[in-house]
């Protein structure tokens, strides 16, 4: 038996799918939010969360050799992950050609998953991973093989190709391991304090200036303490001064 036929994860273990999507776009965020339930929104993910309700909304189509299925659940008991795919379209094809029979709808089909993101198309390798972990659930609940899906990314209006290529799988099973990891370690990273810390919404709950690598809560804390009551401060009088408290400590 190949690795990939092994059910390695049992349905209560299962992950959801969008923590690897965060996952890539910063560990930090991903634990913020899945493992200390911290959420806030800005104008970036409220304008995530319409355009998913839009994917979301209407029924399933079919147009001839094409059939549109929308928020179809997915798992992968391989990977340990499961979610909901915005919209995952099926194609008609030959089995010669890859087609796999699909249950309850007749002839054989290729999927073809595709994601509703906001945003531009630059910086979207997290939304890529995304995608082929849905890619990947599919294949494992069809026995398919999907060469390729798409993201809709909303500020252009049209959809970017992505190829499931050797690459891509490879970095989403290790994306799924290490988010598998983290929830296990149950420990929030440090900060990686870089440009996509301007546009995140948990910046605020993230402190990601002063909650970095290398940089340590205390003398933070003591920073506030010193702003706020400088050691020559005057009208500091009587008992201790914060900011001696605050050097007596980190001697
Ligand atoms: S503010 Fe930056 S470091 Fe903090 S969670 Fe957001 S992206 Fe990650």
């Given at each position: 038996m190949t690795l990939s036929a092994?059910?390695?994860?049992?349905e209560d273990q299962l992950l959801p799918l969008s923590a690897v999507s965060q996952y890539?776009?910063?560990?930090?965020?991903?634990?913020?939010?899945?493992?200390?339930?911290?959420w806030s929104d800005n104008v970036f993910t409220a304008e995530g969360c319409v355009l998913h309700d839009k994917a979301h909304s209407g029924a399933s189509e079919s147009r001839g050799d094409l059939k549109i299925l929308r928020s179809l659940r997915l798992r992968s008991l391989r990977l340990g992950?499961?979610?909901?795919?915005?919209?995952?379209?099926?194609?008609?094809?030959?089995?010669?050609?890859?087609?796999?029979?699909?249950?309850?709808?007749?002839?054989?089909?290729l999927p073809f998953p595709v994601e509703y993101k906001r945003g531009a198309a630059k910086d979207i390798r997290c939304y890529e991973v995304q995608l082929c972990a849905q890619a990947l659930c599919i294949e494992e609940m069809l026995s398919?093989?999907?060469?390729?899906?798409?993201?809709?990314?909303?500020?252009?209006?049209?959809?970017?190709?992505?190829?499931?290529?050797?690459?891509?799988r490879a970095e989403t099973e290790a994306v799924?391991?290490?988010?598998?990891?983290?929830?296990?370690?149950?420990?929030?990273?440090p900060a990686d304090?870089?440009?996509?810390?301007?546009?995140?919404?948990?910046?605020?709950?993230?402190?990601?200036?002063?909650?970095?690598?290398?940089?340590?809560?205390?003398?933070?804390?003591f920073r506030q303490i010193e702003e706020i009551c400088p050691r020559?401060?005057?009208?500091?009088?009587?008992?201790?001064?914060?900011?001696?408290?605050?050097?007596?400590?980190?001697?």
């Open positions: 092994l059910s390695m994860y049992t890539v776009h910063c560990p930090r965020r991903c634990a913020l939010i899945h493992l200390e339930q911290v992950i499961t979610g909901v795919a915005d919209v995952v379209e099926l194609h008609r094809i030959a089995p010669s050609e890859g087609g796999v029979c699909i249950p309850g709808i007749g002839g054989t089909w398919a093989r999907i060469p390729e899906g798409a993201l809709f990314l909303g500020e252009k209006q049209h959809r970017t190709p992505v190829a499931f290529d050797a690459v891509l799924c391991q290490a988010v598998q990891n983290l929830f296990a370690a149950g420990v929030t990273p304090h870089n440009k996509r810390c301007s546009s995140c919404s948990l910046m605020e709950a993230c402190l990601p200036q002063s909650a970095g690598y290398g940089k340590s809560a205390r003398k933070w804390l020559d401060d005057p009208t500091v009088v009587g008992g201790d001064n914060p900011a001696a408290v605050r050097d007596r400590n980190l001697s």
